[in-house]
């Protein structure tokens, strides 16, 4: 309907992507907004098996941990909760 309900943004570095933000209106948390634009957004940067997606997020956003976890991520590091999957 037109209507913005979120926006992502990834960098893409040699074979890193990095998905540099991905925010969802409050109106439409919980619905699947942020799940399909963290799907496209991975999509549209699969080029081959060798290169690797990758984010960082708040030790305390466990909507985000959750979302990107069950988006295949794996946390690498707790300090700064860098997390990857391949693309």
């Not at 799940?35 to 990758?54: I, N, P, Q, T």
């Amino acid at each position: 309907d037109g209507v913005f309900l979120g926006a992502a943004h990834v960098r893409r570095t040699g074979r890193v992507i990095e998905l540099v933000h991905l925010a969802v209106v409050s109106a439409a948390r919980r619905r699947g907004v942020g799940r399909a634009l963290c799907d496209y957004m991975v999509e549209r940067c699969r080029d081959d098996e060798k290169s690797r997606f990758v984010l960082f997020t708040q030790a305390d956003n466990e909507n985000a941990l959750s979302l990107y976890q069950g988006k295949g991520f794996v946390l690498t590091g707790k300090a700064s909760l860098s997390m990857v999957r391949r693309a």
